[in-house]
């Protein structure tokens, strides 16, 4: 008897609806296909409550100078705590962003622009969510702004330090493909919307650190999404 | 099964053979989530940082007794932590106001529903597999997992073709029970 497609024990794990009415009836005949799905279930269960835990403070800054006392470590000659990378906090901010990209991912924060004017109208918006590379202060919105004679993206940022060079905001596919519109300044910018471009594809709005001359892409600060 | 043996990365190898910075570089990965499993057993946040600091000095003196073919640095780390704070939970016994605020609250973050700390040590192991995945991989696991995609949705946000993101679902699923599964055999 041939087992259950890997593949869709998986989706069928994840709480996707299989329409292939034969899994089931295999599942009901194969103890090897149940107890195999029952670990998935379980793996999907632990690895969807990992979305609380994203965020993990680290101890205060003097646990590890205690540390470092009680067990004679050097602490003379090594590089500050602060300027080294976490790793454990470098992906926890992946998975954020991440996560921030899909559809129901939007972080929260609060309303950082004022109401649109009364001759205006909004056809989407976002919050802007920080990832790794943003001061814990940092937030931001979105949003696609219908005047009398053009759209806009208004962008909003607040918590951000000066930027070494500047802030250049995008629009992302989430994908492969980012389009420049502009550059931040102020923490707040119009940045008109070529008629051409279909927001249906380019949902995400990133920020990111550019230095002086950088073409490409540079850092992402904030990202969110339209909706 | 390879064991957790392929986890053994070279911040393990030197925190083992006790090499100058090793203690940094293995508090810099962990801390936080050993402060969260002793946080979710004790609800002082004092308490919590002395299990914390006995925990690393601890695991730093007995580094040579630290078997990778057991389970992973994480998980040992963690189960030092919840025996820690199990002894200072022992001592605080005869506080009744202590036993009492454990069980209202369970310990934890505040915005938390009560969670036993076995659950946290669980996803602490498997938040450490999810950010070891392959970047793609790993953001097609989210996608369905954060944000309660369907691998169709995921193939559309992502631009992605539906066998690659069901294939990644997969891959990923099973490298993170691998993972679950060799350190809960550790505990």
Redesign the interface.
């Known amino acids: 008897m041939a087992h259950a497609d890997?593949?869709l024990l998986?989706?069928l794990?994840?709480?996707?609806p299989v329409p292939d009415v034969s899994v089931e009836d295999h599942l009901r005949v194969c103890a090897t296909c149940r107890s195999e799905l029952a670990?998935?279930r379980e793996?999907?269960t632990?690895?969807?409550?990992?979305?609380?835990?994203?965020d993990?403070?680290?101890?205060?800054e003097d646990?590890?100078t205690?540390?470092?006392a009680?067990?004679g470590?050097?602490t003379s000659s090594?590089v500050p705590?602060r300027r080294?990378p976490?790793?454990?906090?470098?992906?926890?901010a992946?998975?954020a962003a991440?996560?921030v990209?899909?559809?129901?991912?939007a972080v929260a924060v609060d309303r950082i622009t004022t109401a649109p004017a009364a001759s205006e109208q909004v056809l989407a918006q976002g919050d802007l969510a920080r990832l790794a590379s943003a001061p814990d202060s940092a937030r931001g919105s979105a949003r696609v702004v219908r005047t009398a004679d053009r759209t806009v993206l208004r962008v909003s940022v607040d918590g951000m330090p000066a930027p070494d060079g500047l802030y250049q905001v995008w629009l992302f596919?989430?994908?492969?493909t980012m389009i420049p519109l502009g550059v931040l300044t102020n923490g707040q910018a119009d940045m008109p919307l070529p008629e051409t471009v279909d927001l249906n594809t380019y949902r995400v709005v990133d920020v990111s650190a550019q230095r002086w001359g950088q073409q490409e892409h540079g850092t992402s600060m904030l990202q969110g999404r339209l909706g | 099964m390879t064991g957790a043996s392929d986890t053994v990365d070279e911040t393990t190898k030197s925190f083992v053979a006790g090499d100058?910075?090793a203690?940094?570089a293995v508090?810099?990965?962990?801390?936080?989530?050993v402060?969260?499993v002793a946080s979710s057993s004790l609800p002082s946040r004092a308490d919590a940082?002395d299990v914390?600091?006995t925990t690393?000095?601890t695991a730093?003196?007995s580094r040579e007794s630290f078997d990778p073919a057991k389970g992973s640095l994480l998980v040992w780390l963690l189960t030092i932590a919840r025996r820690r704070a199990i002894d200072l939970l022992r001592a605080h016994t005869r506080d009744e106001q202590v036993v009492r605020v454990l069980h209202d609250t369970g310990g934890g973050s505040p915005s938390?529903e009560p969670v036993r700390p076995e659950?946290?040590v669980?996803?602490?192991v498997?938040?450490?597999a999810?950010?070891?995945l392959p970047?793609q991989q790993?953001?097609v696991?989210?996608?369905?997992?954060?944000?309660?995609?369907?691998?169709e949705?995921i193939a559309a946000?992502?631009?992605?073709p539906l066998g690659t993101v069901?294939?990644h679902?997969?891959r990923g699923?099973?490298r993170?029970?691998q993972r679950?599964?060799v350190d809960g055999g550790a505990r």
Not at chain 2, 27 to 33: L, T
């Open positions: 890997p593949d998986t989706l794990a994840l709480g996707e670990a998935l793996v999907a632990v690895g969807r409550e990992t979305r609380a835990e994203r993990l403070p680290m101890p205060s646990l590890w205690r540390i470092a009680e067990t470590q050097d090594v705590l080294r976490r790793r454990w906090r470098a992906f926890l992946v998975a991440a996560a990209i899909g559809a129901a991912g596919d989430g994908a492969a | 100058e910075g203690l940094r508090y810099e990965r962990y801390a936080a989530a402060l969260r940082e914390v600091q690393f000095v730093w003196r938390d659950r946290i669980d996803r602490m498997v938040l450490e999810i950010g070891e970047p790993r953001q696991l989210l996608l369905a997992f954060y944000d309660d995609l369907t691998h949705q946000t992502t631009g992605l069901k294939s679902l997969r699923m099973t993170l029970r679950w599964e």
